[in-house]
């Protein structure tokens, strides 16, 4: 497995002027791609690795570091997902950012804590991901469950008409009928 290192933006030249900020020195950063939440060893040939440099004092933002990594793999930037020790920070799911994600990709990767750990543990990597789609409200996943169960309607388009004709009826909102109950005959296995 090679990682490629992504060509960070060119330091400031250090000025020769009394009290003027030298560059920041540049480390790299190693980010596993991977398509799936699993960490597992069994999955590693589903990964692959980015080396993206940052500032070794942490000052780069959650959301230029993004920026940098969807540049060089190719992808939107709104569908990047970064984990850090198994914890999403920032974006994770589709449509408007939430102002918590909002709030997480302005901070530097000091304050997130990153830097402090890769400090002391240089061969841990941030994890990508592509964010998930947003969580489907409960009632959607009851009614879809039991037109999947009971009714025989299978995944896809005809499904989707269903549920949101569904959606504008008064009864969207009560008691799923017909869905199948724990002492229901259809369960008896005689």
């Known amino acids: 497995m090679t990682a490629e290192t992504i060509p960070s933006p060119a330091p400031a030249p250090e000025s020769s002027g009394a009290g003027a900020p030298a560059?920041?020195?540049r480390v790299p950063l190693t980010i596993k791609v991977c398509h799936a939440w699993s960490n597992h060893w069994s999955v590693e040939h589903l990964v692959h690795r980015r080396v993206v440099e940052v500032a070794e004092d942490g000052s780069d933002t959650l959301a230029s570091v993004k920026d940098a990594f969807a540049e060089i793999e190719g992808v939107p930037v709104d569908m990047v997902m970064f984990m850090w020790m198994d914890r999403?920070?920032?974006r994770y799911y589709q449509g408007e950012m939430t102002e918590d994600a909002?709030?997480?990709?302005s901070q530097t990767l000091e304050e997130l804590g990153v830097?402090?750990?890769l400090r002391k543990f240089p061969h841990w990597t941030v994890t990508a991901a592509i964010v998930e789609d947003p969580p489907m409200d409960s009632l959607e996943t009851v009614h879809r469950s039991v037109a999947v169960t009971v009714r025989g309607f299978k995944e896809g388009p005809k499904l989707d008409r269903w549920i949101n004709v569904k959606k504008k009826k008064k009864e969207w909102?009560?008691?799923v009928y017909g869905a199948p109950k724990p002492w229901d005959d259809r369960y008896d296995s005689d």
Request: glycine share 6%.
């Open 88 to 90: 999403p920070i920032g």
């Open 173 to 175: 909102n009560t008691l």
């Open 102 to 105: 909002e709030e997480e990709e």
């Open 23 to 25: 560059a920041a020195k």
């Open 115 to 117: 830097m402090n750990w």
